[in-house]
Structures are given as C-alpha cells and as structure tokens.
C-alpha cells in the first residue's frame, strides 16, 4: 500500500489529461511502455532483492553492482526527484482546499500546511505512517475500481446512455500528433507511475522476507499497471479526447459524460486524498533516501541518526525544508526557478532506472559465475529483458531531446545530473583529504 500510495496522485487523476491532450488516444500506447518499462525495472529489482536480502534500498544495488559513483548519483537524484514531487502534490492539494473553502491565505500558504502537517506524521513513527498510508491508498483504489465498474457498464450500455467504444479511439486517427509524441509522452506517463521502487526502501523496515519483497515489487507494478491502462482506455472510450482539458481531471469529466450525480465534486474529494497520500509517501520516501546516503557517507553523518520509533528525524526535517524552499520558489520566480525545479525532474527516473539496468547486468553476470544459488528469482529473457528496458528508457530520452514541447525539460535534468556529478567528485576529494587526519593516531596514543 506505500508503494501504490507513491504512485497513485495527481499524476493520473489530473495529470493524465496533459497526456491525453498531447497524444490523442494513442497516450494508452505510452502508457504501456511506461508501464513495461517500470514492470521490468521491477523485476530487475526483484532478482537483486532476492540475491542481496540485506540491501533493500535500490540505490545500494547500484553501489553494489557499479560502484559508489553510481549510488550517489541515483540516491541524491532520486532524494530530488521526491522532494520537488512532494512540493507539487503539495500546490495541487492546496488549490483544491482554496477551490472549498473561501480563505484569506494563499494557496502557497495551505501547500505550506500541508506539507508541514504530514512531515509531523512522518515524524510520530514509522509505524504511524504506515497506518496513515494504509487508509489513504485504500480509499484511492477502491476510487479506480469503482471508476472501472461505472466506466465499463457505461461504454458497454448497461448503465446511463452509452454504448460508445473503440470509435472515440479512432475519430480523427488514433495517432493525430504523429508517432513521436507517442514516444515522447512516455516521459510525462512514467512521472506518475514512479513509485513501485518505494517497496524495496520500505522492506528495510519491515519484518517480511527478501523473497516475499521481491514477489512484492512485481506484483505492484503489475497491479498498477492494470488501474492505469483500463482508466485512460475508458477515458478515452467515454470522452472525445479533444474535449480533454490539461489541468482538468479527465476522470471529472468522464464522470460528466457518464451523467454520475456529483461526479465532479466526489472526483475532486479522491483527488485530494490521492495527493495527501503521495504528498505523505513523497516524505517518507525522500527521508529514507537521504538516511541511506548519509551511511554510507555520500550525506553529512549526522542524517543517519534514528530517533523514536526508528525515525530519522534529522532526514525527515531536512527534506520537508527542501520541499518547501521548492514551494517557494513557486511564489518568488513561478517561471524560472520552479519551472527549472519542476522540468529538472522531468527524465531523473529514466536515468535512475538506466543506473538500476546496468547494475543487475553486472551483478547477474558476477553471481552467475560465483554464487549462483543466490538467483533465486531471475529476470526474464536475461539479458534481452534488461536490454529491452535500457533500449526504451534510451529512446525515449532521444525523443525528449527531439521534441520541442520536451527539450527543456531534457536539458534541466542534464544541468541536475551534473550538478549531482560534481557533487560526488567534491565528495570524494572530501573525503580523501579528511581520510589522514580521522585515521592518524592521536597524540597521547603515539606517546604511549
């Protein structure tokens, strides 16, 4: 249930409309290869679990499998990543609760609310959390079910004036951009589909085995995958996909077709859940993040501390600031700094998850040929699987360099991923340089 909180927010109840305006009917073809993509990241994930039961946190299985270059990249991209997600949830929540209630605060200010109501959570115990995440992914998934079953009876005639279909898919060609915004759009789908991977840095915390973890992991993406694969089909079935408004949740407006009494507002109340759960995940994945860097000395020391209930506080705190420095900057330069912030993000996990392929490459390759009793759960069609997943995520990030409406955000992550670069190389000469001094032997020991 963390996982599918992570994953379940804004991302598909609203964002999906930028995605269906900017692809056509074709955006289910994204979808899918978003969806495969992750299904087989997950897998990869599953294999590696299983082989290193002590490392559950998948930037560890980069370190392990490329080195400590690699663990560093993917743990403070992936903590950034998190953090300007937890800033949008965030923006989202508030316009939704400014939208209710007439208030003389800024929406700025209810995100700010919010942001430092869940961090509390965050901070009672990780137990805590995991109760409050429970409840508020179950009421997001029982949300798409019931969507589902409405939707369906809808386009098969059982249920108000329907009986539409395939026709709306193929009104004005299925691909009416073109092919290339198909590939393209698979950037915008995989940011809401980003999420699965919390259940490898949750297991850490758990008392379930490596194994069932692993099996976990697959099953997630899989279950996820059937939610948003048959909600935009019969989005897409239910609406002309011109009548699709960007910003404008496409589910309130299938309800609309559909004629569901009060469909908008009750879209609008799941919504608002979905995003507290993504906005409460976004925290707690983030805080993880930044512990595990800080164990392995690729973050000050000083994160790594763990207080009641096994909370590292200090992580938790320092996260949250980020998050609302971000949601500041939506205030102070909305179309400079926070749209860097927002775009930076835009391609981060397919390069985290280009780090992951490459790392259960080498690492299957090692225990095959030294332990191979630790295979015990295998990625399919090694290595084409893997290959295939690597030859997607790279075709995409082609086509983000290709496509106009796309480039911006390609170029932003580039300036993050080397700033994180740069970072390790300071790191690490850090670290060499302090190396002597911590290992000296102190004065009153060289007397003796």
């Known amino acids: 249930m963390i996982a599918v909180g992570g994953i379940i927010g804004a991302g598909l109840f609203v964002g999906s409309s930028a995605a269906i305006a900017a692809v056509g009917p074709a955006v289910m073809i994204s979808y899918a290869a978003a969806g495969l993509i992750v299904l087989l990241v997950m897998r990869m994930l599953s294999e590696m679990a299983s082989a290193f039961p002590r490392v559950q946190s998948f930037p560890d299985f980069t370190r392990i499998g490329l080195g400590d270059w690699a663990a560093f990249l993917s743990g403070w991209l992936y903590w950034y990543f998190w953090v300007v997600v937890v800033a949008i949830e965030a923006i989202a929540g508030a316009t939704i609760i400014c939208s209710w209630m007439p208030t003389s605060l800024a929406i700025w200010q209810v995100a700010a609310a919010l942001t430092i109501l869940l961090t509390a959570v965050n901070l009672l115990s990780t137990r805590t959390y995991g109760e409050f995440e429970f409840w508020l992914s179950g009421v997001k998934v029982a949300a798409i079910l019931a969507f589902i079953i409405i939707a369906l009876a809808f386009v098969s005639g059982a249920y108000g004036t329907g009986g539409r279909g395939i026709s709306l898919w193929t009104r004005d060609g299925f691909t009416p951009h073109g092919t290339l915004p198909v590939l393209a759009g698979v950037t915008t789908v995989i940011f809401s589909l980003v999420g699965a991977e919390i259940a490898t840095i949750a297991a850490a915390e758990s008392n379930a085995g490596a194994r069932i973890i692993a099996r976990l992991t697959v099953n997630v993406a899989l279950r996820i995958l059937l939610f948003y694969l048959a909600s935009i089909a019969l989005i897409v079935a239910i609406v002309p996909w011109q009548s699709i408004t960007p910003g404008y949740s496409p589910f309130a407006t299938a309800l609309g077709v559909i004629g569901f009494p009060a469909g908008a507002a009750v879209m609008q109340a799941i919504v608002l859940v979905a995003v507290l759960s993504c906005l409460n995940s976004g925290i707690y994945v983030a805080s993880r993040a930044l512990y595990g860097l800080a164990i392995h000395g690729d973050a000050p020391r000083t994160l790594a501390r763990r207080g009641a209930g096994g909370v590292p506080r200090t992580a938790v705190l320092i996260g949250a600031a980020a998050s609302l420095i971000a ?122």
Do not use: C
């Not at 225990?367 to 290595?383: F, G, Q, S, V, Y």
């Not at 796309?406 to 190389?425: D, H, M, N, P, Y």
């Open 327 to 448: 949601l500041a900057s939506s205030v102070a330069s909305p179309q400079r700094a926070f749209a860097f912030l927002v775009n930076a993000s835009g391609a981060i996990m397919l390069l985290i998850y280009l780090l992951i392929s490459a790392a259960q490459l080498r690492l299957r390759d090692r225990l095959e040929k030294t332990d191979p009793e630790k295979l015990a759960i295998r990625m399919w069609l090694h290595p084409w699987g893997t290959l295939l997943a690597m030859v997607s995520m790279g075709a995409v990030l082609v086509a983000m360099a290709i496509d106009q409406a796309l480039r911006s955000q390609f170029e932003a992550t580039t300036v993050a991923v080397a700033i994180a670069a740069l970072g390790f190389v300071v790191n690490r000469r850090t670290k060499a340089r302090l190396a002597p001094v911590l290992t000296a032997p102190r004065a009153s020991e060289s007397r003796s």
